[in-house]
């Protein structure tokens, strides 16, 4: 008997992460779910990333476009996109081998789900001196990870709360998923570990710590729109 597996879309989106770009494109090629569409959207680098990503053709589809920020070039993704579920994943992370199958198996299970969450553990770069390790704090345990890089979703319903923000610098999925609350998302967050997050000099929350204000305008925002509409008033679940 054939079995049919729903198209997955992954989207990529890089800027100047060519150091790390292939360790993300590598872990997902080798997801063990079959049915795996991959979207590289190359927001306007200078390095060598269009070359690495350009390397794996045919196996991704590859965008350039000029410089507009993460989630300018998540949304390009999305627009290119031609699969049912959304996922993404930073160009500096890595996947877990079965992210995808574990994720889809839990919509397999409860067809009213409209998103999949799972754990992050996050690790030190292996090219970081003790300096920066003893400057940022690298947590030991695993936390849920209400975050896209975690996320499998329908396309329905990305589209249903919309899409990022292209005018955060900082808090980009924090606003997203905030909003994606406020319209009831029906959600699992898998027990278990879906992805590592790497820590290095250049992550955007060292870069753009100038913005760092924007997080505490989201949250304001948020509570203020839950205050209007008598939503819960609880920040817990982001």
Not at 166 to 188: F, H, M, P
Not at 190 to 196: A, F
Not at 201 to 226: F, V, Y
Request: hydrophobic content about 40%.
């Amino acid at each position: 008997m054939t079995v049919n597996f729903p198209l997955v879309s992954v989207i990529i989106p890089v800027y100047n992460r060519d150091r790390y770009l292939a360790e993300a494109i590598d872990s997902v090629l080798a997801q063990t779910y079959p049915a795996i569409e991959l979207v590289v959207v190359d927001d306007g680098s200078s390095d060598r990333s269009a070359e690495i990503a350009q390397r794996y053709l045919p196996n991704l589809v590859y965008h350039y476009q000029p410089n507009g920020g993460i989630s300018a070039a998540r949304n390009t993704g999305i627009g290119l996109a031609q699969g049912e579920f959304l996922a993404f994943l930073d160009s500096d992370d890595i996947w877990m081998p079965d992210k995808l199958s574990q994720q889809m198996a839990a919509f397999t299970s409860d067809p009213n789900l409209e998103a999949v969450f799972g754990y992050v553990q996050q690790f030190y770069s292996p090219e970081l001196d003790e300096t920066f390790r003893q400057r940022i704090r690298c947590p030991e345990q695993p936390s849920a990870a209400y975050i896209s890089s975690a996320m499998l979703i329908k396309r329905s319903a990305f589209l249903r709360v919309g899409e990022f923000e292209t005018e955060l610098k900082t808090g980009i999925d924090i606003s997203w998923y905030a909003r994606a609350v406020e319209q009831q998302l029906r959600q699992l967050m898998l027990p278990d570990i879906v992805y590592h997050r790497r820590l290095h000099e250049t992550n955007s929350g060292i870069t753009e710590r100038q913005h760092a204000n924007q997080r505490l305008h989201i949250l304001k925002t948020m509570l203020d729109r839950r205050r209007q509409s008598n939503l819960p008033q609880t920040t817990q679940e982001i």
